[in-house]
Structure formats: structure tokens, C-alpha cells
């Protein structure tokens, strides 16, 4: 295989540092380590925003070495009518029919740099590839458009409304090809668009460093006597945590059973009165202690149905942790199915049943946490993705 792919270009609206957390963010930067650890030059375009809500400028503008990754951090455009994106999205998000005139404003009041594509156009030349992702911010949509020949783009894509409109299926056909997470997502994309350049798209993923925990650490640091489920990542809606939070309620109520609720991550959650001593709320924590807290529970819960990949779902496998998800996310139905490590759920009666059964056999949980994490060093070991990786770039 010719090695064409000498200097690297990733394009983020966030990058992943410190308090700055997400998933597609965590992958790309990853992605990025690896290919720079090869011996390659990576460049990692990116704004100065953290917060994925407010979007506002709170790194400074310019270029830091993090990683061995030369990171270019560049402001947000602040000329954005919010009213309008949001007026346009609210009829998206309720799968009404827009014009393409109308989905070209909600894209150019979505999040922007034009400094930052001002700068790819400038040097795009210098790149032998350019990666960017995830599809759903203006930037991205644009900055797709500037060297299309030379894009693969990483969608983190999900079956949702955004990703029926024609601006989108226009993005994904013009670029040289796209790095998928996992093969539901590219059967999404495979029915959702023409995909003429199918023949250099891929299923790539992202890959897990092992770690090891001590049983029983993380329990008895919190003075925790109860089991109990964990959730992390960020909690809102979309990632379907008020849903957890109304199913452990439910499941107290109904079974007289005390099963507490470990959150970690960030956002804000809606805790109601007869939970307050329910669910232990610890925000962020190291990767350590993450990591601690998934091995002392009875299941990782996992009740989005918008996902591409699932980065926590796979920690909750090393850890040797079985997990809950929601059925309608087909790709954590998918890993579940492949690593015998985990149960899908549709509504409460399901997700009754099923941990109810996880409470009440720790021999099938110890069972299918081993399962999960033997999934996770076969098909997810680093040097696995690192073999998709490079042939994904050199197509």
C-alpha cells in the first residue's frame, strides 16, 4: 500500500481537552493521536468554544502543540441569528417539510468560523487529507465544500430528521468518502443517500485503551451500600436521561427495591423529590475514577437512541460491566447483539425485566461482562483501528 497521506488535516468545531467533552470530539481527536504517532504531520483545525450550548469564544485564538498535534483554535462567528436557526430547526426537528433556501439559513446560522475556513482554503493544499466531522454544524457543511476532492468526512451519523434534508445528502455525495463508526451507521447512510463514492467509505470506529479496576473501590470511597446503575455522558433529553431517570422511579416504586442511580459527566438533571437520595450526582470525573464507578455497578444504562459509536458503552465492557440500551439505537442494539454483553429495551415493562434479572444473577452478570470486554480487545484494540484507519486514508 503507497503511503500518500503524509500531512493530515482535522477539522472539529470543539476539541477535546479538559472540561470540553463529547464523543464525536473525543473520537476525532483520537483519530488524530494515531495518525500522528505513525510518524505523519496532523493539523487540527478547530474554534475556541467549550460549551456546546452557548458556543462562545472562551479559548483564546491561535495554535498550541497538544499531543504532538499542532491544534489551530479559531472564534466562532458571532454574526448568528439564533431566532432564526432555532425557528427553522424546531420545523425540522418536527419532521416538517422545508425549502433548501431554508435549510441553507439554518446552516449559516449554525455554528461558523470564517476565519477558520478562511485559513483551510488558504493552506488546504498543503493537506494530502482532509478529516472532519460531525455533519450536523454549519461548519462542517461548509468547510466540506472547500477541498471536496481531498474530504472524508466522519458524520457521527444518526436517524434523525437533520439528516434527511438535501443540504445534507449533497455534503456526504460530494465528499471523497466517509469514516464511519460502526456498520449500522454506514447502512443509514447507504440508504438515506446516492453514496456514489461508496467504494472509498468505511467502517473505521475508534479504538479503546484497556485499563484494569479493583472491585469494590469505587463503592466504598462514595460509601455506597446499594447497587445501582450508571450513566455518563452528558444529560439532556437527546441522550435520553430524563427517560432513565422516570424508569428508576418507576422501578423503585413498583419493585420496593433500592436501587440507586450514579451519574457522571456534565449538564443538568431533573432530579424529582423521592429520588434525591437516589441518585448520586459526582459530574465530572477522571477517567480513573470513571472507570472505577462503571465496575462497581450493576449495569451501565444507556438509553440514547442517537448514537454512531458509543465510546462509554465500550469502557463499560472493559470494565466488565454488562450494559442497558435502548432499542431504538441501532447501533448499541448491534453491539450488544455482537458481544453478548448487554439487553435492549423499548418501554419500562422491558427494562423491568431485564434488570430485575441483572440484579438477581450475578453469575450472568459477571458472564456477560467478560463477554463484553473480550468484544472490545478483539474488534476494538487500537491496533484493529489502526489497520482500518490508514487504509480508510490511503483509498
Known amino acids: 500500500m503507497t503511503d500518500r497521506s503524509r500531512h493530515v488535516a482535522f477539522v472539529c ?22 495518525i500522528a504517532l505513525s510518524g505523519r504531520k496532523v ?15 472562551e479559548l483564546p485564538a491561535g495554535s ?13 462567528d458571532p454574526e448568528r441569528n ?9 420545523l425540522i426537528s418536527a419532521n416538517c417539510r422545508v425549502s433548501v433556501a431554508d435549510e441553507l439559513i439554518w446552516l449559516q446560522n449554525s455554528v461558523n468560523s470564517g476565519s477558520l ?34 474530504t472524508l468526512l466522519v458524520p457521527c451519523l444518526h436517524d434523525e430528521s437533520f439528516a434527511y434534508l438535501k443540504s445534507i445528502g449533497n455534503m456526504f455525495n460530494n465528499v471523497r468518502g466517509c469514516m464511519f463508526n460502526s456498520v449500522p451507521e454506514k447502512e443509514l447512510a447507504s440508504r438515506l443517500y446516492v453514496m456514489e463514492k461508496s467504494s472509498v467509505s468505511s467502517v473505521v470506529g475508534m479504538g479503546m485503551d484497556d485499563f484494569a479496576t479493583t472491585p469494590g473501590i469505587f463503592k466504598s470511597a462514595h460509601d ?35 436501587v440507586k442511580l450514579v451519574l457522571t459527566g456534565t449538564g443538568h438533571a431533573e432530579i424529582p423529590e423521592e429520588l434525591t437520595n437516589s441518585i448520586i450526582d ?20 444507556h438509553p440514547s437512541v442517537n448514537e454512531s459509536f458509543g465510546i462509554v458503552l465500550m469502557e463499560s465492557f472493559l470494565a466488565g460491566t454488562p450494559v442497558l440500551v435502548h432499542s431504538k439505537s441501532a447501533v448499541l442494539k448491534y453491539h450488544c447483539k455482537q458481544s453478548n454483553a448487554g439487553f435492549w429495551f423499548n418501554s419500562y415493562p422491558e427494562f423491568e425485566e431485564e434488570l430485575q434479572l441483572l440484579l438477581n444473577n450475578q453469575k450472568l452478570r459477571n458472564a456477560m461482562g467478560n463477554a463484553g470486554r473480550q468484544y472490545v480487545l478483539k474488534e476494538h484494540s487500537w491496533h484493529h483501528i ?10
Request: charged share 25%; aromatic share 14%.
Open 13 to 34: 468545531p470543539r476539541f477535546a481537552e479538559g472540561p470540553t467533552v463529547g464523543g464525536a470530539e473525543t473520537l476525532l481527536k483520537n483519530l488524530a493521536r494515531r
Open 282 to 301: 459526582l459530574g465530572f470525573l477522571s477517567e480513573k475514577d470513571k472507570h472505577a464507578a462503571m465496575a462497581d455497578a450493576v449495569a451501565f444504562c
Open 386 to 395: 489502526d489497520e482500518k484507519l490508514f487504509v480508510a486514508l490511503e483509498k
Open 224 to 258: 455506597i451500600r446499594s447497587q445501582y446503575l450508571i450513566y455518563s455522558g452528558r444529560r439532556e433529553p437527546l441522550k435520553g436521561t430524563p427517560l432513565l431517570i422516570d424508569y428508576l422511579n418507576a422501578f423503585r416504586s413498583r419493585t420496593n427495591r433500592d
Open 43 to 57: 493539523t487540527f483545525l478547530t474554534t475556541c468554544a467549550r460549551n456546546h450550548f452557548t458556543w462562545e469564544n
Open 82 to 90: 439564533v431566532t432564526e436557526f432555532l425557528n427553522i430547526q424546531s
Open 117 to 150: 475556513c478562511d485559513y483551510l482554503k488558504e493552506n488546504g493544499n498543503t493537506y494530502d487529507r482532509i478529516v472532519m466531522g460531525p455533519y450536523l454544524f454549519g461548519l462542517i457543511y461548509f468547510a466540506s465544500q472547500i477541498y471536496p476532492e481531498k
Open 64 to 76: 498550541r502543540t497538544i499531543d504532538d498535534i499542532d491544534v489551530h483554535f479559531f472564534p466562532v
